[in-house]
């Protein structure tokens, strides 16, 4: 079966830091774009950071710039490293992968992936 795992969340303090993983089964990331995704309660899922199939080229939405890191092995794992959370970063994250038909930004911006992982919870709160 092909299936994208995420793992790698929990609950943080504001300014501490996370890293997520996302791991390919399956199938061959390789030919792939990568984006990380979060969704918070009442509000739309948003792109958040996104990765080329050759990992040269990134997309980062401007509320995490600076702060979050996204990469890659090309067959099977990606990772967003989450530094300085902030409360407003909490919500469900989600790994996605596509066909490298769309720009980097192009995936983030407009959701459309081939492929979703189940989810993990992200909670920043003191």
């Known amino acids: 079966q092909l299936q994208l795992v995420e793992s790698g969340g929990g609950l943080v303090q504001p300014g501490g830091s996370l890293r997520l993983s996302c791991a390919a089964s399956?199938?061959?990331?390789?030919?792939?774009?990568i984006g990380w995704f979060r969704q918070a309660p009442g509000k739309e899922r948003e792109g958040v950071a996104c990765?080329?199939?050759?990992?040269?080229?990134t997309y980062y939405t401007d509320s995490v710039k600076g702060r979050f890191t996204i990469s890659r092995d090309n067959a099977k794992n990606t990772y967003l490293q989450m530094n300085s959370l902030k409360p407003e970063d909490t919500g469900v994250y989600y790994c996605?992968?596509?066909?490298?038909?769309?720009?980097?930004?192009?995936?983030?911006?407009?959701?459309?992936?081939?492929?979703w992982g189940q989810g993990t919870q992200v909670s920043v709160s003191s």
């Open positions: 996605a992968a596509e066909r490298s038909l769309l720009s980097v930004q192009g995936v983030c911006v407009t959701r459309k992936v081939n492929y």
């Open positions: 990765i080329s199939r050759s990992g040269n080229t």
């Open positions: 399956g199938f061959t990331l390789e030919f792939y774009t």
